[in-house]
């Protein structure tokens, strides 16, 4: 089913050994290999809903039948260099921050996996993660934004002609 190899070689490019005792670092892997696949990398787990968040039972069954890999991040697998670029930029986003991973996957699951809107699913959240700290839910969301989300062209177009006249008064300030 799922491609545990590949998965390690995911936390091995993040300097992440996975832990399966520990509940911390079972929602980082989790919401780790959530947000990258919907960010099209292939390692063909199955995900779904529950308490916390986007889950994948077989991702789970991987990581505790292999447990001594995970942890010693040994598989043999690697990354493309397109990979590579793509966990670096996840893990720069998030830092390993259990938390936000869990908002931040579980925030673009619901959006992207149950065609919600994004205000609809920003509700979702607040409901279902209650327990989290509106900032913490609002960086979550931004990095999950961020990091999946390409702005288009006319997306660019408009931040340019909307933040164009702030950033040169900003300018002509420091100028004086």
Same mark, same amino acid.
């Given at each position: 089913m799922g491609d545990w190899k590949k998965a390690i070689a995911v936390f091995e490019e993040m300097d992440f050994s996975l832990d399966c005792d520990e509940f911390e670092d079972k929602i980082i892997g989790q919401k780790t290999i959530c947000l990258l696949q919907l960010k099209g990398m292939n390692l063909n787990y199955p995900y779904g809903m529950y308490v916390r968040g986007s889950y994948s039972p077989a991702f789970t069954k991987d990581y505790y039948d292999h447990?001594? *890999?995970?942890?010693?991040?040994?598989?043999?697998?690697?990354?493309?260099? *397109?990979e590579k670029a793509m966990v670096n930029t996840l893990d720069n986003l998030f830092q390993k921050n259990a938390p936000l991973l869990e908002i931040g996957a579980t925030y673009a699951y619901i959006v992207e996996k149950t065609n919600r809107s994004s205000v609809e699913a920003f509700r979702i959240i607040k409901e279902t993660k209650g327990f989290y700290r509106d900032t913490q839910i609002a960086k979550g969301i931004s990095k999950a934004k961020e990091f999946l989300f390409e702005p288009t062209e006319k997306d660019l177009e408009w931040l340019k002609k909307e933040t164009g006249p702030m950033q040169r008064a900003s300018i002509k300030s420091m100028r004086h």
């Open positions: 447990k001594q *890999e995970f942890k010693s991040l040994s598989s043999g697998a690697s990354l493309s260099d *397109e």
